[in-house]
């Protein structure tokens, strides 16, 4: 049997780095269907999965692909699907039921330029806002966005680890230029690779509530056939998991499914900070963009001009208190996204009028050049 961690120097793709991140996560399940540009996780996780001892199945769409990795997770598996833009869409019904189950799996979005088919082989970030609020009613979610096969690599581990901890789908919001994109990738051994597992019941079985929560707000999680009661159900429910069809049973739901995400902000929000500490004008980024974010703020900074990078390694929750601190001490902010304009109304809201937010996106199909930036950057600065 192949080792769970190939170790070591590899020249891989973003779409393999990620199914090998997953694989170094513990997942052990994948079901999917094809589709442009994530196919190369689905046709790499099935050739590797059963080396490792897992399951990999390809489904008759996504909406099945979804119900499946949900499925799997109940059961007790770490488990995950890849998918792009319009099979992203035909997830978000069942996305939501993994959200009321509060069922830990991963979904990875590589991104292409939409709406509909749009340009399949060509890249965007214009899920985003899809990511936040696709599926109907109020929830939160967790989604990362990877700007290199490396970073996607480890990204996915996170996802796995965020995943199991508070018990929710947690999205990779990747795009076809990183899923595309070979550059070296180091794997460490799986002794350096630290990862966690689901809150698990204890004490007697008969006594079990499957959605009473623990001191962090999420419940310890029974899996199917392990003598523990367990009842699945996306109709508001108790902490027995049975339906009951009260606004106060909502209102409880609700809060406990939103609450464990709020009430951890600290622990699940990361970003990057480039040369901030004395900016006058800060992009705020994330994913491809960040990459010539990063080249454009440099050559600012030879031209004279004191600029910096927010880079937002986790886009959901949104890092709403760093944006307005960021908003006081600046005379401009950037947005920097392959799209018209999503995360950038986050940013508008945020800054409160405290400073100008402006930004530098298209529709998709190519990459954004530093060169653009550098533009936006000399306007803020007058």
């Not at 990078?309 to 005379?331: G, I, Q, S």
């Amino acid at each position: 049997m192949e080792p769970a961690v190939l170790t070591g120097e590899h020249f891989l793709n973003g779409d393999v780095a990620c199914a090998e991140g997953a694989l170094a996560a513990g997942c052990r399940f994948f079901a999917g269907y094809p589709i442009t540009p994530a196919t190369e996780i689905a046709e790499h996780m099935s050739k590797r999965l059963p080396q490792v001892g897992g399951v990999f199945i390809q489904m008759e769409d996504e909406i099945s692909a979804m119900a499946a990795i949900l499925g799997a997770s109940c059961a007790g598996a770490k488990s995950m699907t890849a998918t792009s833009g319009p099979g992203f869409s035909l997830m978000m019904e069942n996305i939501g039921l993994g959200i009321t189950m509060e069922t830990p799996c991963v979904l990875v979005n590589v991104q292409r330029a939409g709406p509909s088919t749009g340009l399949p082989t060509l890249g965007a970030q214009g899920d985003m806002m899809q990511a936040r609020w696709g599926s109907h009613g109020h929830y939160e979610i967790i989604a990362l966005a990877p700007a290199s096969p490396q970073e996607i690599f480890y990204q996915t581990i996170t996802a796995f680890n965020l995943s199991e901890t508070y018990r929710l789908p947690v999205l990779i919001m990747a795009d076809e230029i990183v899923g595309h994109l070979s550059e070296r990738v180091i794997i460490p051994d799986s002794s350096k690779i630290k990862l966690r597992s689901r809150p698990r019941p204890k004490g007697r079985k008969d006594r079990f509530l499957p959605y009473r929560p623990g001191a962090n707000g999420v419940a310890p999680m029974a899996h199917a056939g392990e003598g523990y009661m367990v009842h699945f159900t996306g109709l508001t429910h108790d902490e027995k998991g049975y339906p009951v069809m009260t606004a106060e049973a909502q209102a409880e739901m609700v809060d406990r499914i939103t609450g464990k995400i709020r009430k951890n902000l600290d622990r699940i929000i990361q970003v990057e900070r480039y040369r901030l500490e004395d900016a006058e004008v800060a992009l705020i980024s994330y994913g491809i963009s960040t990459r010539s974010s990063l080249a454009a703020v440099d050559e600012a900074r030879e031209q004279g001009i004191k600029a910096g990078l927010l880079r937002l390694l986790t886009v959901w929750p949104f890092p709403e208190d760093m944006v307005r601190e960021l908003a006081k001490r600046v005379k401009g902010l950037i947005t920097v996204e392959l799209n018209l304009g999503q995360i950038h109304l986050e940013v508008q809201r945020c800054a409160e009028g405290r400073a100008p937010v402006v930004l530098v996106g298209h529709a998709g199909g190519s990459v954004i050049t530093p060169e653009e930036i550098v533009e936006k950057i000399k306007e803020q600065v007058g």
